[in-house]
Each structure stands twice: as structure tokens, then as C-alpha cells.
């Protein structure tokens, strides 16, 4: 009877830590290798709101057929984007090169 009720106080601890872990959200934007300055801007101010919420942020630069050609056109997209979100957050890995998929991890900086 004692065990059962060790087991029952280790679960019992285990569920109150599980319970005051954070949950890390990570939100994506997309981008191609010649997005518009428009589009830029209006993909920049989601990924703004999403710092600013405390989700990490995925921007990746998708090459679609032969456009992989453009690959500085995506990693200075990518850099510009770490440059202009500098105050919300840092760049947790720098832009790199996965298949057809350019990646690059923002986190948001702690208040």
C-alpha cells in the first residue's frame, strides 16, 4: 500500500511540473525568392505581432522549379527580415539552404 501511494505522490508532482512548463509555439511565413515590397511589408508586421505574442518565428524562402537560381535573392530577403524584427527578437539560427527550402529561426526576446 505504501508504494501505491509513493507512485501516486511521484504522479502527482510530475503532473503539477508538466503543468507549469511553457509550451513553445512557432509560427511560419513564407516567403518566395522575389517577394514585392508590398508583401514584405505585410508578411514583416504579422511576424512583428507574433514576437510580440512570445511565438518563435520559422521564415523560410521556398524555391519553386528553376528559381533556385535566386538563392542570394532569398538569403538577403531572410537577412533583411532578421534586420527589421532586430528589436522584437534574435536570430536563433541563420539562413540556411534545406532542399528546395531556405530556413531561418527567429525567438522572441524576453520582456
Do not use: N, W
Not at 18 to 39: C, L, M, N, Y
Amino acid at each position: 500500500m505504501d508504494y501505491k501511494k509513493f507512485l501516486y505522490e511521484q504522479k502527482k508532482r510530475e503532473k503539477a511540473l508538466k503543468s507549469k512548463a511553457t509550451k513553445v509555439v512557432v509560427k511560419e511565413i513564407r516567403f518566395g525568392p522575389q517577394t514585392d515590397d508590398h508583401d514584405y511589408e505585410f508578411k514583416k508586421k504579422h511576424a512583428e505581432k507574433f514576437l510580440k505574442e512570445g511565438a518563435k518565428l520559422k521564415a523560410f524562402v521556398f524555391f519553386k522549379g528553376r528559381s533556385i537560381v535566386f538563392k542570394e535573392q532569398g538569403q538577403i530577403l531572410l537577412l533583411k527580415l532578421a534586420q527589421d524584427l532586430e528589436e522584437y527578437g534574435k536570430v536563433e539560427q541563420m539562413p540556411k539552404l534545406e532542399g528546395k527550402r531556405m530556413i531561418m529561426f527567429i525567438a522572441p526576446k524576453k520582456k
